[in-house]
């Protein structure tokens, strides 16, 4: 039996938070899709769009609402069942990106929020240049914590000395998981900052539907209490302004 603390069983855990995921992680801002229609040559109003790893739909909608025609891939029943619950209207197929349930060269822009680390990008980067048609993009992106900001520095440091690893440990650009080291894409990347402004009982909320969190909640309830009370210390407030730095990836299918 696989290890809650491995990679797959992190990758499993989002499914029983998947309401408590979709209520308090934070969304993008318009400047990412402006970047991902720059970098991909096309705009994103029409084009047949593939969401893999789409959870409970929080890139998807962004998407749709874009103009996009866009299907959902998702693996996790309660993300797909959140995802249906939201967005009834948004075409969802169960699958993952490291064996895509679509015909060869049927999308113009395959994109994937928050879970290319997830794959096997050995798998997943094969199958995502199957399923593009020729000239179309993949767009991949990660809401990272900004660690300049001297707050969110010190919290990440906590959790790591808590937990032995950062919820942003495995994402990004400069992640081994997106390598390619067949040079079949190469990738244009593009950081986008902006910042969220919410309680601080939301960003917590936020923090605990982390891999990480989600499957040592026998420390994680704990953490979570003191970083409470630091928290309302900083800001005193109540009001937390979470800052982040988007870092997305996007590689046109030759």
Not at 181 to 210: K, M, Y
Request: glycine share 8%; hydrophobic share 45%; charged share 20%.
């Amino acid at each position: 039996m696989t290890a809650p603390s491995s990679h797959a069983g992190r990758a499993h855990s989002f499914n029983a938070a998947a309401a408590q995921y979709a209520a308090n992680r934070p969304s993008y801002p318009p400047a990412l899709l402006d970047a991902v229609e720059e970098l991909s040559g096309r705009p994103l109003a029409g084009a047949r769009v593939v969401d893999i790893g789409a959870g409970t739909g929080i890139a998807t909608a962004l998407l749709r609402d874009r103009g996009a025609d866009v299907v959902a891939v998702e693996p996790g029943a309660g993300m797909a069942a959140e995802l249906r619950r939201a967005h009834p209207g948004i075409p969802l197929v169960r699958g993952d990106g490291n064996a895509l349930p679509l015909a060869d060269a049927s999308a113009d822009l395959i994109t994937c929020a928050q879970a290319w680390h997830w794959t096997d990008p050995a798998r997943a980067l094969p199958e995502a240049l199957r399923v593009l048609r020729p000239g179309g993009a993949l767009a991949l992106w990660w809401n990272m914590y900004a660690l300049d900001i001297p707050w969110i520095a010190a919290q990440a440091e906590r959790i790591q000395h808590c937990f032995g690893l950062e919820p942003d440990k495995e994402k990004s650009g400069t992640s081994s998981r997106v390598a390619d080291p067949e040079g079949r894409v190469d990738f244009t990347r593009r950081l986008v900052r902006w910042s969220r402004s919410i309680p601080v009982d939301t960003h917590l909320a936020n923090l605990g539907s982390h891999s990480v969190f989600l499957v040592h909640a026998d420390r994680a309830s704990a953490f979570l209490t003191e970083e409470r009370a630091r928290l309302l210390h900083t800001f005193p407030d109540g009001t937390v302004e979470e800052t982040y730095d988007v870092d997305l990836l996007v590689a046109t299918r030759p």
